[in-house]
């Protein structure tokens, strides 16, 4: 089956960065999109930025946007977000996704298939 395992959480400043990884164990999901979400308190689950099999396309929230970058590397079925310019708003449990269908960046938590079991991110004022 295969599980997605994030790392990289934790408590930072507003104005800060931190860098979240996803690695895959148990196969690979280098076809797949992969994709990240985030989790508020009280809030539904939202898509923050999905990345193509290859990395040839990227798709991103507009509330991140200019501020995260997601990356690839199938060699070590790890996917990272770079965040940066973190504000209070971003504080969530960060999770990561895989899409089997690998050619496009879907937005829906529906789309995807296998689930990370979060991380939490904390930004303060």
């Known amino acids: 089956q295969g599980e997605l395992v994030e790392s990289g959480g934790g408590l930072v400043q507003a104005g800060g960065s931190l860098r979240l990884s996803c690695a895959a164990s148990g196969r690979t999901f280098s076809g797949y999109s992969m994709g990240w979400f985030r989790q508020a308190p009280g809030k539904e689950r939202e898509f923050v930025t999905a990345?193509?099999?290859?990395?040839?396309?990227?798709n991103y929230a507009d509330s991140v946007k200019g501020r995260f970058t997601i990356s690839r590397d199938n060699a070590k079925n790890t996917v990272y977000l770079q965040m940066n310019s973190l504000k209070p708003e971003d504080t969530a449990v960060y999770y990561c996704a895989a899409d089997r269908l690998g050619l496009w960046v879907r937005v829906s938590a529906d789309a995807y298939d296998h689930w990370g079991q979060g991380t939490q991110v904390t930004v303060s004022s």
């Open positions: 990345i193509t099999w290859n990395g040839g396309s990227t």
